[in-house]
């Protein structure tokens, strides 16, 4: 009888991977945004949390019409007498906190911290959760958020559903006076430079913070998923203007706050119970201002339209 061929054999690749080291990577979260207007907000530091917005009375008349010329030499001098008024009771901002806790099993953080530091890796996820709060915080707070607190003399309603180049324009002559950028959701800008090709006017392009974004009349249009979408498929658009300087928009934080680990972000150890938990205390301080009515316009109602079953398609 003829001998049968040997049997070879091989090691097998799903035994051989109990012996190799899998590259791993960091806890990845698509909730993470740019957070632009966080970016392109100039920020204002306060003491003690509080900023007061003194403002001048707006019932006055036309103040201007009161400062005259310097007579002629011949002429006796007849100086006009006025003064300007500011408003009693202003407005005074108190920085909100934006708070969470992290709770830490030790044995987890002792047993599980390599290569990544558990504590670390925890603290970078809420952290970036904080600052999304922040970001949707400063567009929708009911107290200083952009779009709650944007004056009924600066809303308007778009013409045709869909915002279209004489929308934004409509807008800057709200904010004409040195208008900084458009805010708007990542779908409410698409609708925009679908309705600018279809026009013939595609909007051009300009990069900032090494990011290209779509202008309208020199100004960026900024994106931002903190201003919704609702059930609809409308959304708002906004137009500010910023700065002290130009007596627009802000955003306010204090300095040096206890366990501050980045401006008005602070990290502390709150210590461990009798269950070997962990705790840290997460908070960051912040608000924003708008200095003068027309610093800020809102487009109301614009329509960015509802995906259809073709994934090219809008309706």
């Given at each position: 009888?003829?001998?049968?061929?040997?049997?070879?054999?091989?090691?097998?690749?799903?035994?051989?991977?109990?012996?190799?080291?899998?590259?791993?990577?960091?806890?990845?979260?698509?909730?993470?945004?740019?957070?632009?207007?966080?970016?392109?907000?100039?920020?204002?530091?306060?003491?003690?949390?509080?900023?007061?917005?003194?403002?001048?009375?707006?019932?006055?008349?036309?103040?201007?019409a009161e400062v005259e010329c310097s007579p002629r030499r011949d002429q006796d001098p007849d100086l006009?007498?006025?003064?300007v008024d500011y408003e009693e009771a202003p407005r005074e901002y108190s920085l909100n906190a934006v708070?969470?806790?992290?709770?830490?099993?030790?044995?987890?953080?002792?047993?599980?911290?390599?290569?990544?530091?558990?504590?670390?890796?925890?603290?970078?996820?809420?952290?970036?959760?904080?600052?999304?709060?922040?970001?949707?915080?400063?567009?929708?707070?009911?107290?200083?958020?952009?779009?709650?607190?944007?004056?009924?003399?600066?809303?308007?309603?778009?013409?045709?559903?869909?915002?279209?180049?004489?929308?934004?324009?409509?807008?800057?002559?709200?904010?004409?006076?040195?208008?900084?950028?458009?805010?708007?959701?990542?779908?409410?800008?698409?609708?925009?430079?679908?309705?600018?090709?279809?026009?013939?006017?595609?909007?051009?392009?300009?990069?900032?913070?090494?990011?290209?974004?779509?202008?309208?009349?020199?100004?960026?249009?900024?994106?931002?998923?903190?201003?919704?979408?609702?059930?609809?498929?409308?959304?708002?658009?906004?137009?500010?203007?910023?700065?002290?300087?130009?007596?627009?928009?802000?955003?306010?934080?204090?300095?040096?706050?206890?366990?501050?680990?980045?401006?008005?972000?602070?990290?502390?150890?709150?210590?461990?119970?009798?269950?070997?938990?962990?705790?840290?205390?997460?908070?960051?301080?912040?608000?924003?201002?708008?200095?003068t009515h027309d610093a800020l316009a809102v487009l109301e109602g614009v329509e960015v339209g509802k995906?259809?079953?073709?994934?090219?398609?809008?309706?």
């Amino acid at each position: 009888m003829a001998d049968e061929p040997a049997v070879r054999r091989t090691l097998n690749e799903a035994a051989a991977r109990q012996l190799a080291n899998a590259t791993k990577t960091r806890a990845q979260w698509s909730g993470i945004t740019p957070r632009w207007l966080v970016s392109f907000l100039p920020w204002t530091p306060v003491e003690a949390g509080i900023y007061r917005l003194n403002r001048v009375k707006e019932d006055q008349g036309d103040i201007s019409a009161e400062v005259e010329c310097s007579p002629r030499r011949d002429q006796d001098p007849d100086l006009p007498e006025t003064f300007v008024d500011y408003e009693e009771a202003p407005r005074e901002y108190s920085l909100n906190a934006v708070t969470t806790v992290l709770d830490v099993q030790t044995r987890v953080s002792d047993l599980y911290s390599h290569p990544y530091d558990q504590i670390q890796e925890q603290l970078r996820l809420l952290i970036e959760k904080v600052k999304e709060k922040q970001e949707n915080e400063l567009v929708n707070n009911k107290e200083y958020g952009l779009l709650p607190n944007a004056q009924a003399g600066q809303r308007i309603k778009t013409r045709t559903g869909a915002p279209t180049p004489d929308d934004l324009d409509e807008l800057i002559t709200k904010v004409w006076k040195e208008p900084s950028f458009f805010l708007a959701h990542p779908r409410a800008i698409a609708a925009f430079g679908r309705e600018c090709t279809r026009r013939g006017v595609p909007p051009p392009t300009v990069t900032l913070f090494g990011t290209p974004f779509l202008t309208w009349r020199g100004l960026p249009l900024v994106p931002s998923d903190k201003l919704e979408v609702d059930a609809k498929g409308k959304s708002n658009i906004l137009l500010l203007r910023t700065g002290e300087k130009k007596q627009g928009v802000i955003g306010l934080f204090q300095p040096g706050v206890p366990g501050e680990v980045q401006p008005s972000l602070s990290v502390r150890f709150m210590g461990i119970n009798r269950k070997a938990i962990a705790s840290y205390l997460i908070s960051l301080y912040c608000s924003s201002a708008i200095l003068t009515h027309d610093a800020l316009a809102v487009l109301e109602g614009v329509e960015v339209g509802k995906y259809h079953d073709y994934p090219d398609k809008y309706v």
